[in-house]
């Protein structure tokens, strides 16, 4: 613990952090309070910079897994005209019995040459708990091209509470690598807990 009973994060997770460069001592001492005393079983730390009108903003999201929950801490910057530029970060932790679906796409280029350490260009995990869901509607129809009748709306549901997209060409094979191993942890962890 520091001086101002802040637990330490592990050394590993405390230098990805760091290597972000994004207020690292702001992010970690986040992070270490949603993490506790609790063991750090797994991490992932992404770092995005978005285009908004002629600046550009980072965002930077660690993903912490412990035996017993989920932690995810998000920082964003924000610029007020006329003062100082501010940071904002948000922890949100889940207990890991609450996740209903982890889902793992990964995106391989030229699949022939596909061995078991290869790397996938494109990886993209999601996590649903059932807070957020992403609907699309659209008019539903029928098959009589003469019909001009009301059918009503049409649409899917799905859960939308977590994404985190990595490809080699804007985060590097370590970091894609490093996705998968995360979302897969986190699938094993989060199967059937009865």
Do not use: K
């Amino acid at each position: 613990m520091t001086s101002l009973g802040i637990p330490r994060l592990p050394a590993d997770l405390a230098a990805a952090i760091v290597s972000c460069g994004y207020f690292p001592e702001m992010v970690s001492d986040a992070v270490a309070l949603a993490v506790g005393q609790e063991q750090v079983v797994g991490h992932l730390v992404q770092v995005e910079a978005t285009f908004l009108r002629d600046e550009i903003q980072r965002h930077l999201s660690v993903f912490v897994v412990t035996p017993n929950r989920f932690i995810a801490a998000h920082t964003d910057e924000e610029a007020v005209a006329g003062e100082h530029p501010q940071a904002i970060t948000t922890t949100e932790v889940l207990s890991l019995s609450r996740i209903r679906s982890v889902s793992l796409t990964q995106v391989v280029a030229r699949p022939e040459r596909y061995r078991h350490d290869s790397t996938p260009t494109e990886t993209l995990m999601t996590v649903g708990w059932g807070t957020v869901r992403h609907v699309d509607l659209e008019p539903a129809a029928c098959n009589d091209p003469n019909c001009d009748a009301d059918h009503g709306y049409t649409g899917t549901s799905t859960a939308d509470d977590l994404a985190v997209r990595m490809s080699v060409a804007a985060d590097g094979a370590e970091n894609v690598a490093a996705l998968v191993r995360f979302g897969t942890l986190l699938q094993q962890l989060t199967g059937d807990r009865r």
